[in-house]
């Protein structure tokens, strides 16, 4: 166990609906991450967040919506999603947002868009 | 923005042989090369890292080397058991602010 836990794990969706992806720390860290990994590509960081506040978009669509409403926790809300966007959704958290500290990862939560 | 390159995508070795993965990395202003582990079914885990003040470092059957003039650095893993089965990232950040750029992962395979 990393200390970071994400829900769901797994979670098959429509285009046409709404769900949302949580993630919890319990690290007592400041900062916390979305990435996006999709087969034979790099980690692609979505989102930062700062004590709350949101540091980075990676010029991610709108059609993912994140919000923070502390430092334990993190959520990403899907809507109107595209088949594209199946990929394994990973959160993430670090002491600080420093690219120096060790970032902990959770699980993922497998994403699949029909 | 830094670009990372990982070499090679997938390493098949036996057990107690040695593996090395490889990665570039573009920006000159970089000093901080962490490697991670994903195991099937979990999320990356670091594993190692090394700063640009040194040109190696080890932790027991893993060690980091860095060329900082040729801007390459490498992941030596000896003896490999079949555990060390899983796909292997390398990252690379100038610190600061600056956020990890990773490279593409290496599937390796350590058969019995």
């Known amino acids: 166990e990393t200390g970071v836990t994400q829900t769901p794990r797994h979670l098959v969706m429509g285009m046409t609906n709404k769900k949302s992806l949580k993630c919890e720390q319990h690290?007592?860290?400041?900062?916390m991450y979305w990435y996006k990994q999709s087969a034979k590509k790099p980690l692609e960081l979505m989102f930062v967040?700062?004590?709350?506040?949101?540091?980075e978009n990676n010029s991610v669509p709108s059609r993912f919506s994140p919000e923070c409403p502390n430092s334990s926790h993190l959520f990403l809300h899907l809507h109107t999603l595209q088949p594209e966007d199946s990929a394994l959704y990973l959160c993430a958290s670090s002491q600080e947002t420093g690219g120096t500290d060790t970032q902990y990862f959770g699980p993922g939560t497998r994403l699949t868009v029909l | 923005g830094e670009n990372v390159e990982q070499h090679p995508s997938t390493l098949s070795v036996q057990e107690g042989d040695s593996a090395v993965i490889k990665c570039t990395y573009s920006?000159?202003?970089?000093?901080?090369f962490p490697w991670y582990k994903q195991e099937l079914g979990k999320g990356p885990q670091l594993i190692i890292d090394?700063?640009?003040?040194?040109g190696e470092k080890k932790d027991q059957r893993i060690a980091v080397t860095l060329n900082k003039t040729a801007k390459h650095f490498s992941l030596h893993i000896t003896e490999t058991q079949p555990e060390d089965s899983a796909v292997y990232f390398c990252?690379?950040?100038?610190?600061?602010?600056?956020?990890?750029?990773f490279g593409k992962g290496t599937m390796l395979l350590v058969s019995p």
């Open positions: 967040y700062n004590f709350k506040e949101q540091t």
């Open positions: 920006d000159s202003a970089s000093n901080y």
């Open positions: 090394i700063r640009s003040n040194v």
């Open positions: 690290l007592g860290h400041n900062a």
């Open positions: 990252a690379a950040t100038p610190g600061g602010y600056s956020t990890l750029t």
